[in-house]
């Protein structure tokens, strides 16, 4: 979808993020908006370096908990992490516009006025709950809702302490019906009603909510739907009626690739692709629709744009009839008139005519308009 | 006898933006673009074929939410203001320029840019855009498919089996009201499929869909011919899978043709550039800058520095690329043909306002690409996938894998640290939705009326360009905003059904804002 892409804008914090932001704001408020759009246009590549850094997201197994949204019920009294309470995050939401999201201070001003009227979106909707989402072949995206009271009654059913336990995320890989499932037990921290767990491609996984004891003994608070991830690379399957081409060369000529590479080449060429981890300098650019294809302008430090316009104007008769350089002009009702030019170097003779309604006098004046530009070097002063 | 095929898909898109409580609304004039730029160049290049006899078969979805904001009488006004003042600010500089002949000549040619849309606009189509497409598919020219009811990226809001099939059939029943027959195919929002969505598509009667390359690459079992042939799914709905090839060529920053010197600089507009008292008139009536459309600069090179731009040197850059797209077509079909043993389908889907809105000149591009494809070769011939279905009824059974055309191909610009507060919402949302539908059914009047609008507000919540927005980092506040708003008025509607105390005033004042879909059926939401 690349109507959005045109007012990237963000970029500016990972340019100058040791620059504060009030500084930032006002710095942006002062600029004329030539340079915060070259700034802007300048910032896309900058956002896309800077989300692959993001990723793979840094939560590995030993898992800090993601700014949490909505966390509403403390899983366990453990946590020590900063994480956002929602009332900081609503607190942050309510501001009216974060600087580097906008293009000027009069943005500003305008979002401001569309925030005061909403109200909060509720906390919870109270009920008991874990859900699991599909991400990407690599990662699995949870969310949940537990309310105290269950939480209570589950914690009672292994002691009522919460001495020695702690709240887990139980991921389940239930690939195969054989046997009882596999399982990683993820530690839960804060606040947190929400997580990305990592995983493998084209495996099927659920997740538990719950409360672990030291001794073992672990009590679910919910469970989750079932997903399966989608595998990063061809199938094993083959279809006898549909065989006799290589698969290799259909798979190279349809990725784009060149034709010759084997297929665990292939396979790590597209996972790279798709991980956006190709540096060819166009970026993910070439197979997405995000942003514009169009190339953007370079940005620069310090600069400086001038220009000149020539304003002419004068009055006469109202009935008078008045032409400039031969082109008729406009009279307002008075029988005054303005006339706005760009006025580029060189010389400009601008001959003006006015002539009377009775046809009897034509009076002229011809103003003579030079303009000379000089552009001396840049001084640079210590 | 041609080699092989080629399919344009040409994505037209915008979300729901519509703001008759103000009077001037920002967001709004990305339609209001997209018209001037896109929809009415296009409608141009179209009625040039055939005028003058040039075969054409192109793809063309027009999203329901376009669809709407296209119909609807407050924004066709409201362009009309836009494109007066356009026409305006371009009569003003016509005379401004009068000292440099280069930029005149530019400044002539948006007049007669916007005068000629305003004419299109009101004589030739009385404000209706959507009939002038919907003429050239009646005359078997264009193949116009549908999308999700508002965009909503299906992978993600799909918690309850009601909220794909609602999507995908409040679209196809948009689809049948306007073009009088069933929609043949379906853009899924973002390229968004997941295995099992095909099975909405089939009960509302659509035949195929688009994913990108590696939704069918890696599909299972493996697909014989790649991309270049569809692939049926279990419930018999053909999937047909982007080429990355042609794609590369228009999309890419680096290598694609946009990017070229003489092509005009999208990043230098007069409503920027020009003295704020003499512009002020013509941006955000709070003085915010914005753009007019009018640019003057071609992309000249990398630096900041740039040449005014020449219509006539960018027309003939269009025409070369136009060839040399051809040209790499035919090759590549012709290479095909040999390998595949059956002729190869190439698809090469894109947004629609690239061409026009970013690619200023895309227009020219296609407009000589499909004069050049129907006259100066034979080894390609353009079709639509329902075409190819005709022609290749036989296809692989195969199902797709989960994918999407977004950034690193899955669901992860909808799915970060920016937006994934909204999925707790959409799905308790689309919960209640499906069970006050289930509820209530059979009720009417006011109770009917509510379940109507709360269907509008989950919908509009839904729009996955919220999500996108949000990723992106640009104008957050509006997404956010958005997605809030839609919920709040949602789930003020759950509440007051639930509890029998409806506010009829307050439920009118939605139906006449949110007023996307007037004859939506809250019943697709019912088990």
């Known amino acids: 979808m690349a109507w959005f892409g045109k007012k990237e804008k963000k970029t500016e914090k990972a340019e100058n993020n040791k620059e504060e932001k009030s500084k930032k704001k006002s710095a942006a408020q002062k600029k004329p908006s030539l340079v915060s759009r070259i700034t802007?246009?300048?910032?896309?590549?900058?956002?896309?370096?800077?989300?692959?850094?993001?990723?793979?997201?840094?939560?590995?197994?030993?898992?800090?908990?993601?700014?949490?949204?909505?966390?509403?019920?403390?899983?366990?009294?453990?946590?020590?992490?900063?994480?956002?309470?929602?009332?900081?995050?609503?607190?942050?939401?309510?501001?009216?516009?974060?600087?580097?999201?906008?293009?000027?201070?009069?943005?500003?001003?305008?979002?401001?006025?569309?925030?005061?009227?909403?109200?909060?979106?509720?906390?919870?909707?109270?009920?008991?709950?874990?859900?699991?989402?599909?991400?990407?072949?690599?990662?699995?995206?949870?969310?949940?809702?537990?309310?105290?009271?269950h939480q209570e009654r589950c914690l009672a059913q292994i002691g009522g302490s919460?001495?020695?336990?702690?709240?887990?995320?139980?991921?389940?890989?239930?690939?195969?019906?054989?046997?009882?499932?596999?399982?990683?037990?993820?530690?839960?921290?804060?606040?947190?009603?929400?997580?990305?767990?990592?995983?493998?491609?084209?495996?099927?996984?659920?997740?538990?909510?719950?409360?672990?004891?030291?001794d073992g003994r672990f009590v679910a608070l919910a469970r989750s739907n079932q997903?399966?991830?989608?595998?990063?690379?061809?199938?094993?399957?083959?279809?006898?009626?549909?065989?006799?081409?290589?698969?290799?060369?259909?798979?190279?000529?349809?990725?784009?690739?060149?034709?010759?590479?084997?297929?665990?080449?292939?396979?790590?060429?597209?996972?790279?692709?798709?991980?956006?981890?190709?540096?060819?300098?166009?970026?993910?650019?070439?197979?997405?629709?995000?942003?514009?294809?169009?190339?953007?302008?370079?940005?620069?430090?310090?600069?400086?744009?001038?220009?000149?316009?020539?304003?002419?104007?004068?009055?006469?008769?109202?009935?008078?009839?008045?032409?400039?350089?031969?082109?008729?002009?406009?009279?307002?009702?008075?029988?005054?008139?303005?006339?706005?030019?760009?006025?580029?170097?060189?010389?400009?003779?601008?001959?003006?005519?006015?002539?009377s309604a009775d046809g009897v006098e034509e009076r002229i004046i011809t103003p003579i308009v030079e303009r000379c530009t000089e552009r001396p070097a840049p001084v640079l002063k210590a | 006898m041609e080699k092989g095929f080629l399919s344009l898909v040409l994505h037209a898109h915008l979300p729901f933006v519509r703001h008759p409580?103000?009077?001037?609304?920002?967001?709004?004039?990305?339609?209001?673009?997209?018209?001037?730029?896109?929809?009415?160049?296009?409608?141009?290049?179209?009625?040039?074929?055939?005028?003058?006899?040039?075969?054409?078969?192109?793809?063309?979805?027009?999203?329901?939410?376009?669809?709407?904001?296209?119909?609807?009488?407050?924004?066709?006004?409201?362009?009309?203001?836009?494109?007066?003042?356009?026409?305006?600010?371009?009569?003003?500089?016509?005379?401004?320029?009068?000292?440099?002949?280069?930029?005149?000549?530019?400044?002539?040619?948006?007049?007669?840019?916007?005068?000629?849309?305003?004419?299109?606009?009101?004589?030739?189509?009385?404000?209706?855009?959507?009939?002038?497409?919907?003429?050239?598919?009646?005359?078997?020219?264009?193949?116009?498919?549908?999308?999700?009811?508002?965009?909503?990226?299906?992978?993600?809001?799909s918690?309850?089996?009601?909220?794909?099939?609602?999507?995908?059939?409040?679209?196809?029943?948009?689809?049948?009201?306007?073009?009088?027959?069933?929609?043949?195919?379906?853009?899924?929002?973002e390229c968004g499929y997941f295995p099992g969505l095909d099975k909405y598509l089939k009960e509302a009667g659509i035949k195929y869909f688009l994913t990108d390359t590696h939704g069918i690459l890696h599909a299972s079992p493996r697909p014989k011919f790649g991309v270049f042939a569809p692939i049926y799914c279990p419930s018999g709905v053909a999937a047909f899978g982007r080429d990355l090839e042609s794609s590369k060529q228009v999309w890419s920053a680096a290598e694609g043709y946009p990017g070229d010197a003489d092509y005009r600089e999208f990043y230098r507009d007069i409503g920027f550039d020009l003295d704020y008292d003499y512009i002020k008139p013509y941006i955000a009536p709070d003085g915010l800058r914005v753009n007019t459309g009018i640019k003057y600069y071609r992309i000249t090179g990398e630096s900041d520095s740039k040449e005014p731009y020449v219509r006539a040197w960018a027309l003939e850059k269009a025409a070369s690329h136009a060839a040399n797209f051809m040209f790499n077509r035919e090759k590549?079909?012709?290479?095909?043909?040999?390998?595949?043993?059956?002729?190869?389908?190439?698809?090469?889907?894109?947004?629609?306002?690239?061409?026009?809105?970013?690619?200023?000149?895309?227009p020219e591009f296609l407009n000589f690409f499909i004069r050049k494809m129907a006259f100066d070769q034979k080894t390609v011939r353009l079709i639509t996938p329902s075409d190819y279905l005709k022609i290749y009824p036989v296809n692989q059974v195969s199902t797709p894998s989960l994918s999407s055309w977004g950034w690193k191909g899955y669901c992860e610009t909808w799915l970060s640290d920016s937006n994934h507060w909204i999925y707790r919402h959409l799905h308790r949302a689309s919960i209640r939705m499906n069970e006050m539908a289930n509820r209530f059914k059979g009720q009417n009047g006011k109770i009917e009326r509510a379940l109507n609008q709360a269907a509008r507000e989950l919908f509009l919540a839904q729009s996955s360009d919220w999500a996108f927005i949000m990723h992106t980092g640009t104008m957050v506040p509006y997404a956010e905003k958005r997605t809030k708003e839609h919920i709040l008025n949602f789930n003020q509607l759950y509440e007051d059904l639930m509890n029998n105390q409806l506010n009829e005033g307050w439920l009118h004042q939605l139906e006449k804002t949110n007023n996307i879909f007037p004859k939506v059926d809250y019943r697709v939401f019912c088990n």
Request: with cysteine.
């Open chain 1, 40 to 149: 802007s246009s300048a910032k896309k590549k900058v956002t896309k370096k800077k989300s692959n850094l993001e990723n793979p997201p840094k939560i590995k197994k030993s898992a800090i908990p993601v700014a949490s949204e909505i966390g509403f019920v403390e899983i366990a009294k453990s946590g020590t992490e900063p994480v956002k309470s929602s009332e900081a995050r609503r607190k942050k939401q309510a501001q009216p516009a974060q600087p580097e999201q906008v293009a000027s201070g009069q943005h500003n001003k305008r979002e401001e006025k569309f925030w005061r009227r909403l109200d909060h979106l509720p906390e919870h909707y109270g009920d008991n709950f874990i859900y699991l989402l599909v991400r990407d072949p690599y990662w699995l995206y949870t969310y949940w809702e537990i309310q105290k009271d």
């Open chain 1, 162 to 214: 919460w001495d020695g336990v702690r709240s887990v995320l139980r991921v389940y890989d239930v690939t195969s019906n054989k046997g009882l499932p596999s399982f990683i037990d993820i530690f839960l921290q804060g606040m947190a009603s929400n997580w990305y767990v990592e995983v493998q491609p084209n495996r099927s996984y659920l997740v538990e909510i719950g409360l672990l004891h030291r």
């Open chain 1, 227 to 355: 997903v399966t991830t989608p595998r990063d690379g061809m199938s094993d399957v083959l279809d006898e009626e549909w065989m006799d081409i290589d698969f290799d060369k259909i798979y190279a000529l349809s990725g784009g690739f060149d034709v010759g590479k084997s297929s665990a080449e292939l396979t790590k060429m597209m996972q790279e692709r798709l991980k956006g981890a190709i540096s060819s300098g166009s970026g993910a650019g070439v197979i997405s629709s995000l942003g514009s294809p169009v190339r953007m302008v370079k940005k620069r430090g310090f600069w400086f744009i001038l220009d000149c316009e020539l304003i002419v104007y004068g009055a006469t008769e109202p009935d008078a009839t008045v032409t400039l350089q031969g082109k008729p002009v406009k009279l307002r009702p008075d029988g005054t008139f303005t006339l706005r030019f760009a006025l580029p170097d060189g010389k400009q003779v601008l001959d003006a005519h006015a002539y």
């Open chain 2, 21 to 157: 409580e103000h009077e001037y609304f920002l967001e709004e004039n990305w339609l209001y673009e997209a018209i001037t730029e896109t929809y009415i160049p296009l409608i141009h290049m179209y009625e040039g074929f055939e005028r003058d006899n040039v075969p054409f078969r192109i793809t063309m979805s027009l999203t329901p939410p376009l669809i709407s904001m296209l119909r609807d009488e407050l924004l066709q006004t409201r362009y009309l203001r836009h494109l007066d003042n356009l026409i305006e600010l371009a009569n003003k500089e016509v005379e401004r320029t009068r000292f440099q002949p280069i930029f005149q000549d530019i400044a002539l040619h948006y007049y007669w840019q916007f005068t000629r849309a305003k004419d299109t606009f009101l004589n030739h189509y009385q404000r209706d855009l959507v009939s002038a497409f919907k003429g050239f598919q009646d005359r078997g020219h264009l193949e116009i498919i549908t999308c999700g009811a508002t965009h909503g990226f299906l992978p993600l809001i």
């Open chain 2, 159 to 189: 918690r309850s089996e009601s909220s794909a099939r609602a999507q995908v059939q409040t679209a196809a029943r948009q689809y049948e009201e306007i073009f009088g027959r069933t929609a043949p195919g379906i853009w899924l929002p």
């Open chain 2, 332 to 362: 590549q079909a012709e290479y095909l043909y040999d390998l595949l043993g059956r002729k190869p389908l190439i698809m090469a889907p894109y947004d629609a306002e690239l061409y026009g809105h970013w690619w200023y000149e895309g």
